[in-house]
């Protein structure tokens, strides 16, 4: 492993904004996840991007911004007005509802986990947006992000540090063991505070919500204050939907996968029965908890499997902020324990986090690949 991994002090930070400007690749804290961070107008970077990661060119990237980088583009200026000064947005396709709602969004949640999904000026490189009209924009709230960006000089594509389907990572070491291998620098900025990634959000043609991905932002909160309710987009069910995304590795059935086989629980782990679970089992078993003591949860699972269980928790408290936190770093840990296989509670809330933890659950378990 060659890479260095350096603290994010302002010689560290001067460090990666100098490979940047290179044309070059660093890993990057946010306050989602780390990113894989490069020049989002150097094809070079973009091209570096997509081959570290081993991730397919049709899945487009995540373009972040700085708010010194925007006001550098016209300090008067609507946020709108600076996203196109800076090259990135076409303003003037949006839909006087898109630009109110999309005005509106911007002011309440950046910087902070919100992707936009608005249509692209053409200085945007196809690589970046995969051939889609529309480009995918966020302004992270991290003050290393935040100063990284801002000493590129420029937007900077980032998507989540892991190697392709893989667990995104939660720390600078979580980097280094996915990428250690393949990039010069890696920003330690300590542990991502929110810990899934970004709520993707597109306005359609009428200006309407639709959720591309759950994250960090709650969706209801987001229908709150657009006064319309967010509907999440499905192929079958808004198939007009303009402009339509491509494939997103957001919205892929199997992602954030670990490399042991997970399985979720039928439901929560109180009420599941050994009939519900397959009839082979391996002798030592994962078991994740979204809430709970992860003590008396290994001892009942043990009881149910008459099996070895290594468990954890998300939040004994139960905490949605604090699970979401610690979702990627546990499945990690289980994926290094001595479990053979992971089984994990599903998570039913849907409030706050809950439904982008229980989206990343499923999309981690083998039932991904059902399209769940
Ligand atoms: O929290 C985050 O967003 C993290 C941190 C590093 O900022 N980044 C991240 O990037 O998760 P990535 O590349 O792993 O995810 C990008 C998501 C995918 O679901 C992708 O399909 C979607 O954004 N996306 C990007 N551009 C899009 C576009 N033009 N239309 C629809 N979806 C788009
Ligand atoms: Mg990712």
Not at 135 to 158: K, S, W
Request: hydrophobic share 45%; proline share 9%; with cysteine.
């Amino acid at each position: 492993m060659n890479v260095r991994i350096v603290p994010a002090t302002p010689a560290g930070i001067d460090a990666a904004a100098e490979l940047l400007r290179a044309g070059d690749v660093v890993g990057i804290p946010t306050e989602t996840v780390y990113g894989l961070a490069g020049d989002a107008f150097h094809e070079g970077a973009l091209t570096r991007i997509f081959a570290v990661k081993e991730r397919p060119t049709f899945d487009p990237l995540i373009l972040h911004v700085s708010p010194a980088l925007l006001s550098r583009h016209g300090s008067g200026k609507s946020t709108l007005e600076q996203l196109a000064h800076v090259g990135l947005v076409d303003a003037a396709r949006l839909g006087e509802r898109a630009t109110a709602g999309a005005e509106a969004l911007l002011a309440a949640f950046w910087p902070g986990p919100l992707t936009l999904v608005l249509p692209k000026l053409p200085a945007v490189p196809d690589l970046a947006t995969s051939g889609l009209p529309t480009v995918a924009v966020r302004m992270p709230d991290h003050p290393v992000a935040e100063a990284v960006i801002t000493a590129a000089g420029r937007p900077l594509a980032a998507p989540s540090a892991n190697r392709f389907g893989r667990i995104s990572p939660t720390s600078a070491a979580d980097v280094a063991a996915e990428l250690g291998d393949r990039i010069p620098l890696i920003l330690d900025g300590g542990r991502c505070s929110v810990g899934v990634e970004s709520t993707v959000l597109l306005l359609d043609g009428d200006g309407l919500p639709i959720l591309l991905r759950p994250g960090g932002v709650d969706p209801d909160a987001i229908g709150r204050l657009l006064g319309s309710p967010v509907r999440t987009w499905s192929p079958l069910a808004a198939p007009g939907a303009s402009p339509a995304p491509a494939v997103s590795p957001g919205l892929m059935a199997s992602h954030y996968a670990p490399r042991k086989r997970l399985r979720l629980l039928p439901g929560p782990l109180a009420g599941v029965e050994r009939a519900a679970l397959p009839t082979v089992l391996p002798d030592r078993l994962g078991l994740l908890l979204v809430s709970g003591d992860p003590e008396s949860g290994a001892r009942r699972f043990a009881e149910v499997t008459g099996r070895r269980v290594i468990a954890r928790t998300l939040s004994r408290s139960g905490d949605l902020v604090e699970a979401a936190r610690n979702l990627f770093a546990e499945l990690r840990g289980l994926d290094a324990s001595e479990a053979e296989e992971i089984f994990a509670e599903p998570c039913s809330r849907q409030e706050g986090l809950g439904y982008a933890i229980g989206d990343r659950l499923r999309r981690a378990s083998d039932r991904g690949g059902e399209g769940a």
